[in-house]
């Protein structure tokens, strides 16, 4: 009951004009997509949830979107690995010139934790709990984000 009460009281606070965006379960795909779709985001005003995965591409959300509309529940998971291209010979081959590109989108905070773990490689690599919440504020949208599950991205 206590996480239903937090969850209207921070959709009540957000006030009638304000959209919200809840991403969960986002592997991403293609980097120049999912810049258009967050600018698209970023200039609408709406605040975003991270309830869940928000892999490859989905973390470009973290640059696009003014820190202050984004928040993260206890289930928020962001993944990030470096930017690929398919060779050709069809294998996936890393691209650094993308790489490099997608690492400048993120604030410096993220940088900071994605250098300290060797940077982006094939590696996934996934920040989470406490640390995800050290540089996002929680956004206690947990007990809504259960009852409903689909997810708007």
Known sequence: MTG?????????????SQAVVRIADDRGGKIGIYVDRYQD???SGETVIIDGLCASACTIVLGK????RICVTSHAT???HAAWDYGDDGRAITNPEATHM????YPPAVRKWITARGGLTRRMIFLRGKQLQALYRPCFYDAQ???????TR
């Open 4 to 16: 239903l009460l937090a969850a209207v009281l921070l959709l009540a606070g957000m006030g009638a």
């Open 78 to 80: 962001l993944g990030f």
């Open 41 to 43: 985001l970023r200039t």
């Open 65 to 68: 979107v003014p820190h202050d």
């Open 102 to 105: 997608l690492y400048l989108m």
């Open 145 to 151: 984000a259960s009852a409903n599950k689909p997810s």
